[in-house]
């Protein structure tokens, strides 16, 4: 069972690593919030639903060049060797984990039909990810050199 797993989570991680996944994935909070806002019941089904068969959907990249793809393995880099999971108070994680905060405000925002909180708070959460990202490609691309 746990080899099942394993080649489960290597199958995802390499084809999430496909720009193209990364980047049709950053929209998907947007999405998510702005169908609360309309309470479209149905675009949030469909942004939850992309949101996790997207990993899936592209093939692994033929190479490692694309800023993306290297966020992507950068995370995986993160979590695995470094053991320094996604979310706390010391930097970069407190990027992430204010971000996720922040979202959750979106999600409250919408849902009292307030669109200037909706929206603010959606491009702040979703700068922090970028910003995470960012932080952790560059320590990541620091670390693969010999």
């Known amino acids: 069972m746990q080899n099942m797993l394993d ?4 199958v995802l991680w390499s084809r999430h690593a496909n720009p193209m996944s990364g980047w049709t994935r950053v929209p998907t909070g947007a999405v998510l919030v702005y169908a609360v806002y309309q309470r479209d019941w149905r675009l949030l089904l469909a942004g939850l639903l992309w949101a996790a068969i997207n990993p899936f959907l592209f093939s692994p990249p033929e190479t490692d060049d694309a800023w993306m793809t290297r966020g992507v393995l950068a995370e995986r880099w993160w979590v695995r060797e470094e053991e320094r999971g996604t979310m706390g108070v010391t930097y970069p994680n407190i ?4 971000g996720a905060m922040v ?3 979106a999600f409250v925002a919408a849902w009292r039909r307030r669109p200037t909180g909706a929206a603010v708070a959606t ?14 490609v560059r320590r990541f691309d ?3 050199k010999p």
């Open 123 to 136: 491009v702040v959460a979703s700068g922090l990810k970028l910003w995470w990202i960012s932080v952790l």
């Open 103 to 105: 979202f959750l405000y």
């Open 95 to 98: 990027c992430n984990t204010v």
């Open 142 to 144: 620091s670390a693969q």
């Open 7 to 10: 080649r489960t989570e290597e």
